[in-house]
């Protein structure tokens, strides 16, 4: 339980949530469930099955993932500031978790957020785009948690974050701190080096002028993430690999996101 160790005071609220649940829990599963809980809130028809699947396992405990959402906001909502335009909280927190020896399978240590503001703030093509900071697509091939996307989208904000990472569990907190952030882009899970290898993907915040600013996300195919395109783009024709001909792909696009009324966020 969280309170076998010292977690950082920031996530004091985090803590708190946690010790909640009762003894035989594991923080890495609640971590793990809590992230597929807040991914399928952010969904417009949400995820039924897994509503009652975590009610089942959870019984009376299911309600403290609530609890745990709300321990997020606040925790961003405090380390939140002038000085600070974003804050990974989910990232802090799996880095404390994947520490313990019986979670050592997440073993997940992410970039430092001052070397993440450092490393946005040298970025070449910013200097080459002049006053035009905006309508760059932005890519992050082994995002985490999103770190370094949210640092650059406050050293430049208005862009299109793209995120990609092999651990599910670093897609899914990719797409909930872009989206808390206000950022639009897309999460997709599979790996980085052979685009066509597509697991699951979000589009963050297709429709957030729409919706007043509350965030959310779209699932994605395989065709409409940013990934597969750019590759599919580039290698479009028929070539030859190890003396086998590679079949040309179909041409995609990205579709416009269509509002419809009456929509609005199903959490469970």
């Known amino acids: 339980m969280a309170k076998t160790r010292d977690f950082p005071h920031a996530l004091r609220h985090f803590v708190k949530a946690l010790n909640s649940f009762r ?7 609640i971590f793990r469930d809590f992230i597929d809980y807040i991914t399928a809130s952010m969904l417009w028809e949400g995820d039924k099955e897994l509503a009652e699947k975590l009610k089942d396992q959870y019984k009376d405990d299911y309600p403290r993932f609530a609890d745990l959402f709300r321990a997020l906001v606040t925790t961003m909502h405090d380390n939140l500031g002038e000085e600070m335009d974003w804050y990974d909280a989910l990232g802090t ?19 430092p ?49 793209v995120g ?26 599979g790996d980085s080096l ?40 580039e290698n479009g024709e028929p070539k030859t690999v190890n003396g086998h001909v590679k079949e040309k792909l179909p041409e995609t696009t990205i579709p416009e996101p269509v509002y419809m009324p009456g929509m609005q966020l199903t959490l469970f």
Not at 23 to 29: I, S
Not at 125 to 142: M, Q, S, W, Y
């Open 113 to 161: 957020p001052t070397v993440c503001d450092f490393m946005a703030q040298i970025q070449q093509p910013l200097e080459e785009c002049g006053d035009k900071k905006t309508g760059l697509t932005v890519n992050d091939p082994a995002s985490g948690s999103g770190r370094l996307l949210l640092a650059f989208n406050k050293v430049a904000p208005g862009n299109y974050l």
């Open 23 to 29: 003894g035989y829990w594991y923080d890495y599963d």
């Open 164 to 189: 990609q990472d092999k651990d599910p569990i670093c897609t899914k907190m990719t797409a909930i701190n872009l989206a808390l952030h206000g950022c639009k882009g897309q999460a997709l899970n």
């Open 194 to 233: 052979w685009p066509n290898d597509f697991v699951f993907g979000y589009e963050v915040n297709p429709m957030i002028y729409i919706t007043g600013g509350i965030p959310h996300l779209k699932p994605l195919s395989k065709e409409q993430s940013m990934a597969f395109q750019l590759w599919h783009n």
């Open 93 to 111: 927190l799996y880095e404390e978790i994947s520490s313990s020896s019986k979670a050592s399978f997440l073993g997940q240590f992410f970039t």
